[in-house]
């Protein structure tokens, strides 16, 4: 069916019964129109190109089989088309916008320079399958990059083909597998503290282990003694996240690998939160056996909606022979070689197998390269530095205001916790996170970590100027106070976002995928 009336073109959109004194017919709120679906504003007759007409016998070619009637795609002109994606694309907030403090996240700005980098034609236009010999270039960046990983962290070999932070965590779980495999072991277990990231349980009992949950102690970190107690043969390792996810350094770290080691498991850190540290603590040295680094968290690189992100994977000794393909080789005269069946000669006779299709990100790669040449080694230590620093002044700055359970644990690392147990009755986390839209920044992660009821998550990054923080906190301020007085209006935020309270989960249980012509649902 023709999605709209031949010869209809798009009229002002009903203001509906809400609009008040004051509300404009278009929805424009300082430029930012009420952009409605294309299905609303295009026709059935309207075509952004210059199609010749079909030569009278074509239908012919298609055998009788020929669509006879309209087709229903609403079509715009090439202007009208540009306008409507550009509109939408108005209504996404990004860091570029502006603050963007989603804990666990580590969303940074991004340096122009990475995106000259990422698009010289050389990196930009590489084809997956082109040959060994004409992508040298390419196999040295990601070597090079491997050696700055391997220096960062203190670890002795990396596995560069990961393609996120979940699916590193794949990967060294399966590294462990295959490690304990090799030992004719078969232990079960995989102990996760209580306040780890979804993905932690998720990616040991999709290898096949069973989860078992550790709790936290009362200052946030994991309890050593119920940790130590736990272990036994049946524990193949534990998956702990430092700073953890209440933006605390776990401080018995070398303690808990020795324990884990001497129980004859192993170790895997959940790197997401390495821009706390990174030049100033080698995951190595602390005895960890692997560690996924998110690439496009803390060495810049755009991510978030989806976006491609990149999970390199650093092995202890004890890992390495376990390391997935594709991997870059060296050879003895300087080249490399990527390395891409299990079949191939002795290159890796232990490694468990095929971790992806391709070795890339290459556009992860070469700007998460240009961001470390550019800032080099003092310059990763000051980021480390700076990020904690701003952590710690949203944290100081706030916490009259809003419950700040593990202040007293000392400074917090890069990211500021916060709970809901100053907010009155009526009011909720979602309600400040909702408000935070209306003062034109995007919220901060909410509801995680579990252990915080309400919990507030704010990360502002190294990225943020006092003047911005001191923006930023002034809203969350302004809007914690109001909740701890009951201001129930709160909870009808946002008001100036083109949409307001979505049921997120129908929207993510039942969605509705396609348009219906109105009257015919
Ligand atoms: C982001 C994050 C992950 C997962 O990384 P992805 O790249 O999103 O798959 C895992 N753990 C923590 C703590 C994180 O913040």
């Given amino acids: 069916m023709n999605a709209n009336p031949a010869g209809w073109r798009p009229s002002m959109p009903d203001p509906g019964p809400c609009a008040e004194a004051g509300e404009t017919v278009t929805g424009n709120r300082a430029l930012m129109l009420e952009e409605r679906l294309i299905f609303e504003i295009g026709d059935g007759e309207t075509c952004g190109v210059d199609l010749p007409d079909p030569a009278a016998d074509a239908t012919n070619r298609l ?3 020929a669509r006879t009637s309209p087709i229903g795609l609403p079509g715009l002109s090439e202007p009208e088309t540009v306008r409507h994606y550009t509109r939408l694309s108005r209504q996404n907030y990004a860091i570029d916008c502006g603050i963007f403090p989603l804990g666990s996240c580590t969303m940074k700005h991004n340096p122009r320079l990475n995106e000259k980098v990422a698009r010289l034609p050389g990196f930009a236009d590489l084809h997956p399958l082109q040959p060994e010999t004409t992508v040298q270039g390419a196999l040295a960046v990601i070597d090079e990059l491997a050696t700055w990983l391997l220096t960062l962290t203190g670890m002795p070999a990396v596995a560069m083909s990961p393609k996120a932070g979940a699916h590193g965590e794949l990967c060294g779980i399966l590294c462990i597998r295959a490690a304990l495999e090799a030992r004719g072991e078969s232990r079960e277990v995989i102990l996760v ?12 009992a999709f290898a096949g282990f069973r989860v078992e949950a550790i709790p936290a102690g009362p200052d946030g970190r994991i309890s050593l003694e119920a940790l130590t107690g736990r272990l036994g043969p049946d524990v193949a390792g534990l998956m702990i996240t430092n700073p953890n996810t209440c933006g605390l350094f776990e401080r018995d770290i070398a303690t808990i690998c020795d324990a884990l080691h001497d129980a004859g498991g192993y170790v895997y850190c959940d790197g997401a939160n390495f821009n706390a540290i990174v030049g100033r603590v080698k995951p190595g040295e602390l005895g960890v056996d692997a560690m996924h680094i998110n690439l496009h968290k803390t060495f810049s690189t755009p991510h978030g909606g989806g976006g491609p992100g990149s999970g390199p994977v650093v092995l202890s000794e004890a890992l390495a022979p376990f390391a997935p393909l594709p991997m870059v080789l060296r050879n003895e005269d300087g080249s490399y070689r990527l390395v891409e069946e299990e079949s191939a000669g002795d290159d890796l006779p232990e490694s468990f197998g095929r971790m992806s299709a391709f070795h890339g990100q290459m556009g992860m790669f070469t700007r998460a ?18 990020a904690v620093l701003n952590a710690n002044y949203v944290l100081r700055q706030l916490e009259d205001v809003l419950e700040a359970p593990f202040a007293a644990s000392g400074p917090c ?5 916060f709970g809901d147990g100053t907010l009155a009755k ?3 986390t979602l309600d400040i996170a909702k408000a935070l839209i209306d003062e034109g920044f995007h919220p901060m992660t909410m509801y995680f970590p579990l252990v915080v009821h309400g919990a507030m998550l704010v990360e502002p990054t190294e990225c943020e100027s006092k003047a911005g923080l001191d923006e ?3 809203a969350l301020h302004s809007i914690a106070e109001r909740a701890a007085a009951g201001d129930l209006s709160l909870t009808q935020a946002p008001r100036y976002a083109p949409r ?3 049921d997120e989960a129908r929207a993510a249980r039942s969605p509705v995928l396609t348009w219906q012509e109105p009257g015919q649902a």
């Fill in 63 to 65: 055998g009788g089989l």
């Fill in 193 to 204: 503290p209580e306040s780890a990231h979804g993905t932690n349980p998720a990616t040991a």
């Fill in 369 to 386: 390269l240009a961001y470390m040449l550019s800032h080099g080694a003092d310059g990763l230590r000051q980021v480390s530095g700076d």
């Fill in 413 to 417: 690392m890069h990211e500021a916790l």
């Fill in 426 to 428: 009526g009011v909720s």
């Fill in 472 to 474: 930023f906190i002034a």
């Fill in 500 to 502: 307001k309270r979505l």
